[in-house]
Every structure is written in structure tokens, then in C-alpha cells.
């Protein structure tokens, strides 16, 4: 089945990192994906990983994939107020049509 | 090309009224969805289009929803008969063969039934 889940908040102070976590039942799934989304705005790809790597680091992101676990998360270092938004994860259903399912989102708050 | 286009941004309309959106993909994409997304959600698939055909549609698009995309360019997505329940955010994605698949969206169409 397709579901993909997330905690609701999180709350970092400037300069720390954040980790954002998510699991996701599809053991097939092939692509998963970190979106952003700020206050009014459609949703922006930040980056993602192919299901046969466990880590990828791109800048301030990391993202580390547990298959077993069917965990993901990212890693954003040196977080910046900036980078207050919601945070989707989300997992591409293979298929021959890649639709995406995506989780509910994790409001990043950065404290000052 | 700057991305994906959505129009309007914003529309208010009575209760039973029917509503047209729009979504202009970017041009080399040849893959279109369309999601739904209330408030506090995250965003819920409803239909996509690979050039003109429409492949798969969600049991969330009702027959009151309707969605085409003419020559495999833009796209528009028509509500009849509008309820309180179809308020929300309406984004389309674009997304091109032989990448990551990721998709670019649009800001949004934000309908708001009353």
C-alpha cells in the first residue's frame, strides 16, 4: 500500500541542524523526495534519492535511506531562518505512470 | 520558459457554480498532474496526462470533476456544480521522461466555495 508518514513539527534554533524523519510502506518504491513548500506557494523539489543508495549530501542537505526500515530522512545543517517551511516527504509508486504519494508535512520552525 | 503556470492564483465562487483552472506545464514535459491539497494535508493525487491522454484518475475526482489537456500542451481542470468541500489548493506538476521524476509545480490555484 502507499502511505508515507511524518511528525508534524519541529522547532530548531538558528544554526543547529534539523533532522526531519518519515517512513513509507512501499518496499518498491523507487525514487523518494524531500519537497518544500512556503506559506502560499506550490511545492519546490529540494532534492532526492534513489532507492538503491542509503545517503546523499547535497550542500547543507543529507539524506539518509534505511530500506529495511523504510525510514528516510533529511539532514539540514546550519539551518537558517530561511529555511522555516513545510517539509514533504514523499515516495514514487513504480509503474509506468511515477506518480508520487506524499506524506502530511513537517513544519520547520527556526527559532532566531 | 519560467516553470509551471497556474491561473488564476486565487478564485472565490458560489456555492453550485462551476469553475475552470488552468495549468500551463513546462514545454518539454510531456508528464501533467494534478493534486489536490487541503489545509494541513499534504498533497493528494487526482489525475495525470502523459502528452494528451489522460492515463489514471483518482476515485477523489468525482464526475462532477473533469480534466483535459488538449495537443499535450496546457491543461485545465473543470468543477461543476461547486461544493463547500471542494475548497482548496489545486496544483499541477510537470515532469519530463528520463530524470528523477521529480516534479516542478505551479504556485497553486486557491479556490475558496461559499
Known amino acids: 500500500g502507499e502511505d508515507v508518514e511524518q511528525s508534524l513539527f519541529l522547532s530548531v534554533r538558528e544554526g543547529d541542524s534539523s533532522v526531519i524523519n518519515c517512513t513509507y510502506t512501499?518496499?518498491?518504491?523507487?525514487?523518494l523526495y524531500w519537497y518544500k513548500q512556503e506559506p502560499g506557494a506550490g511545492l519546490q523539489l529540494l532534492t532526492y534519492i534513489f532507492s538503491n543508495m542509503d545517503m546523499k549530501q547535497d550542500q547543507r542537505l543529507t539524506v539518509l535511506l534505511n530500506k529495511k526500515d523504510k525510514h528516510l530522512s533529511l539532514r539540514i545543517a546550519d539551518t537558517q531562518t530561511g529555511d522555516s517551511a513545510i517539509y514533504f516527504c514523499?515516495?514514487?509508486?513504480?509503474?509506468?505512470?511515477?506518480?508520487?504519494?506524499f506524506g502530511i508535512g513537517t513544519k520547520l520552525q527556526v527559532i532566531p | 520558459d519560467t516553470g509551471v503556470s497556474q491561473n488564476p492564483r486565487h478564485k472565490i465562487t458560489k456555492r453550485g457554480q462551476n469553475v475552470t483552472f488552468r495549468c500551463d506545464p513546462i514545454s518539454e514535459h510531456n508528464r501533467l498532474y494534478w493534486y489536490r491539497q487541503t489545509l494541513g494535508q499534504g498533497p493528494e493525487f487526482l489525475t495525470y496526462f502523459q502528452n494528451e491522454a489522460q492515463l489514471e484518475k483518482s476515485r477523489l475526482l468525482s464526475d462532477r470533476f473533469s480534466a483535459e489537456r488538449p495537443k499535450g500542451s496546457f491543461s485545465t481542470l473543470e468543477i461543476q456544480r461547486t461544493e463547500q468541500g471542494d475548497s482548496a489548493m489545486y496544483l499541477c506538476a510537470s515532469t519530463g521522461t528520463g530524470t528523477n521524476y521529480g516534479y516542478t509545480f505551479g504556485s497553486g490555484t486557491r479556490l475558496t466555495v461559499v
Open positions: 514523499a515516495e514514487m509508486n513504480p509503474g509506468g505512470y511515477q506518480k508520487v504519494t
Open positions: 512501499d518496499s518498491s518504491s523507487t525514487y
